[in-house]
Nanobody, 118 residues
Framework: QAQLVESGGGLVETGGSLRLSCTAPGRVFRFRSLGWFRQAPGSQRESVALRKGGGGDSYADSVKGRFTISRDTAKNTIYLQMNDLKPEDTAVYYC????????????WGQGIQVTVSS
């Protein structure tokens, strides 16, 4: 059962943009990581963007310069801004929060479809 709620997916043309949102039910104070993953049909789930608890963001090579992860602490929400989308970005996107406090755990969103038409 998903503990995080995702929104913002959909169908977009090549070169278009989408912003995904992922909201936790409560505040996240300390975390190991906050991130976005994706899984295309027939492929394994891969990390797309990661914000580490110690600081710093990292991105898959395939999305560097196009995707940006951000966080709104007051809204308990992380975002994935996706620009210059390509057909190979088509996948189900999942958010993840690996939380240390207040309630430790590895939390996932329900997954949301992003489809980029050529």
């Amino acid at each position: 059962q998903a503990q995080l709620v995702e929104s913002g997916g959909g169908l977009v043309e090549t070169g278009g943009s989408l912003r995904l949102s992922c909201t936790a039910p409560g505040r996240v104070f300390r975390f190991r990581s906050l991130g976005w993953f994706r899984q295309a049909p027939g492929s394994q789930r891969e990390s797309v963007a990661l914000r580490k608890g110690g600081g710093g963001d990292s991105y898959a090579d395939s999305v560097k310069g196009r995707f940006t992860i951000s966080r709104d602490t007051a809204k308990n929400t992380i975002y994935l801004q996706m620009n210059d989308l390509k057909p190979e970005d088509t996948a189900v996107y999942y958010c993840n929060m690996n939380v240390l406090s207040p309630i430790p755990g590895d939390y996932w969103g329900q997954g949301i479809q992003v489809t980029v038409s050529s």
